[in-house]
């Protein structure tokens, strides 16, 4: 059973910065792929980065200039380091990693306000 945990949300004003983390673990690991979505208020959830285990990396269009994904395969850890943040990026982040099945973490609220 594969456990996520995130970590980093919060409030920062419009134009600041915030890193998430992501932690997996438990017995076995053998994670692929590990990334991030997003859901807002009212809103679908959204893609937003993921990284593989060779750490090739996919951002979304509306993130690719501001969001950088990183890794740690030693921790099992996915980073995701957010800057120029607007009050659109306010929404609950979820961290996946990807085995043989996809795990989610619980999420991590992001708001970004003045």
């Known amino acids: 059973q594969v456990q996520i945990v995130e970590s980093g949300g919060g409030l920062v004003r419009p134009g600041g910065s915030l890193r998430l983390s992501c932690a997996a673990s438990g017995s076995d690991l053998s994670i692929a792929a590990m990334g991030w979505y997003r859901q807002a208020p009212g809103k679908q959830r959204e893609f937003i980065a993921s990284i593989t285990s060779g750490r090739i990396t996919n951002h979304a269009y509306a993130v690719k200039d501001r969001f950088t994904i990183s890794r740690d395969n030693a921790k099992n850890t996915v980073y995701l380091q957010m800057s120029s943040l607007k009050p659109e990026d306010t929404a609950n982040y979820y961290c996946?990693?990807?085995?043989?099945?996809?795990?989610w973490g619980q999420g991590i609220q992001v708001t970004v306000s003045s």
């Open positions: 996946f990693a990807d085995q043989s099945f996809r795990a």
